[in-house]
């Protein structure tokens, strides 16, 4: 991505860097994502920290989020892990191509309740052409457990 766009703000690491920083601003950031991504908006995450090849983001626990044994609905972990390595991939490639989810799966190692906290750490290639990128994610819950790993599938087609 062009060092242009992020000082104008007009990539998605240019809109993080514009609010990131101020009062509210991750807040408004992440209404922001949930509003153009409508699906992940429902899920109420917040973005915490965002980077070339890093993401973390977090999803608090509520009724909405919740399954029959009051825990967070597996569906709602997928939908967290999708943003986590979606941003994480989307913030290198905004400018200079586009990618789509190709493929997800989950692997559920614990019961989750409370805020769950997802990363994701991915490179995405710098030659132009079509890529599918292999990326994992990890869900966390407070006490820092790993209740969820996600792998992703991203197909990334880098513009010349």
């Not at 408004?28 to 920290?49: D, E, N, Q």
């Not at 599918?132 to 006490?143: I, K, N, Q, Y």
Request: hydrophobic share 40%; aromatic share 6%.
């Amino acid at each position: 991505m062009s060092k242009e766009a992020v000082v104008k703000g007009t990539s998605l690491a240019g809109l993080w860097h514009r609010f990131s920083g101020m009062p509210g601003g991750k807040s408004l950031f992440s209404f922001m994502v949930g509003r153009s991504a409508r699906y992940t908006g429902s899920i109420g995450a917040k973005v915490l920290h965002l980077e070339e090849g890093r993401s973390e983001v977090a999803m608090p626990d509520r009724a909405k989020v919740r399954n029959h044994l009051k825990s967070v609905h597996a569906i709602a972990l997928m939908n967290l892990g999708e943003l986590a390595t979606g941003l994480a991939v989307m913030y290198q490639v905004d400018g200079r191509g586009r990618g789509i989810l190709k493929g997800i799966g989950m692997e559920y190692l614990k019961k989750s309740r409370g805020t769950i906290t997802a990363t994701c750490e991915a490179q995405v290639p710098q030659e132009p052409g079509k890529h599918d990128l292999e990326v994992e994610g990890f869900l966390r819950d407070d006490a820092g457990d790993v209740v969820a790993k996600v792998h992703a599938t991203w197909r990334i087609d880098i513009f010349e």
